[in-house]
């Protein structure tokens, strides 16, 4: 029997690896990879790598194995992913796994976005195949925000267009300690978790934060969606996933991100980690 997590050289399967390897020997690791290069570190202390594309599911087969727990990392190429996501379950019901995993997101069948369509056919796929679950619906990262700090601090503006709506954020190490629990403790099976940090801010408060801790002078500069849009197009961003953003701020305004159940908090047994924390990690470089 084997843990079994895909995209484990993404940001968030690094962590969960890490987070696994504190807990259980690693040779009762498998880490799902499109590239062993990127993996050399982890097969050099022990844990098996199987290497496969979500996009060609004949590369699956091997990875699970009767009884195994497997964590499904959403894929990260919006509009590809129902069949990417639909590949790796039809392979876990193929080999019997017991207990699939899925990194969904905040809300799941209410999130009434654009980026939330996949993970909601996702989720509906998982619960048609019969296999027993759990559905991690992951609100936003810490780093969605602190990984563009550069652009902020070179502006002395956090522009966004979520007017006066809230995130209630947490850093990707605290969702993926939330994986690791489910992954290695019992009684998951079933559960749907609304996983998010334990206090919401606002982007006026976020520039605020980067401005004190960076001593710069910082503020929110608020836009329309539409504006926002061109905004990111006017930067290269492809006018698909331009679109898509711009959407996720007006969803933020309407409250759809910032929901704090606490049940991050409870699943990891501390608090999440707070976003003025995750500025200072990514200020310090
Ligand atoms: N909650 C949030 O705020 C938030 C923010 C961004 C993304 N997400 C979602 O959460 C996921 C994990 O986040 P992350 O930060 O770890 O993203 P990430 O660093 O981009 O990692 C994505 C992982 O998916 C793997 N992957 C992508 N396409 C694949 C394919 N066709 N076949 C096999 N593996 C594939 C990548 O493999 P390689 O290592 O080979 O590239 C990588 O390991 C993302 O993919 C996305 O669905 C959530």
Known sequence: MSIVVTGATGHLGRLVVEGLLEKVPADQITAVVRDTAK??????????????????????PGAFAAGDKVLLISGSEVGQRVPQHQAVIDAAKEAGVALLAYTSILGGPAADFSLAD???????????????????????????????????????AVVGAAGEGRVASAARADYAAAAVAVLTGEGHEGKAYELSGDTAWGFAEYAEVVARQSGKEIVYGAVSPAEYQSILTGAGVPEPLAATLADVEAAIERGRLDATPGELSRLIGRPTT??????????KG
């Open 39 to 60: 993996a050399t570190d982890l097969a050099d202390r022990g844990v098996r790598l199987h290497v496969a594309d979500y996009n060609r599911p004949e590369t699956l």
């Open 274 to 283: 707070p976003i003025a924390d995750s500025v200072a990690a990514a200020l």
């Open 118 to 156: 996949e993970h909601k056919v996702t989720e509906q796929a998982i619960t048609d195949s019969g296999l027993p679950y759990v559905l991690l619906r992951n609100g936003w990262y810490n780093e969605n925000y602190t990984e563009n700090l550069s652009t902020v601090l070179e502006h002395g």
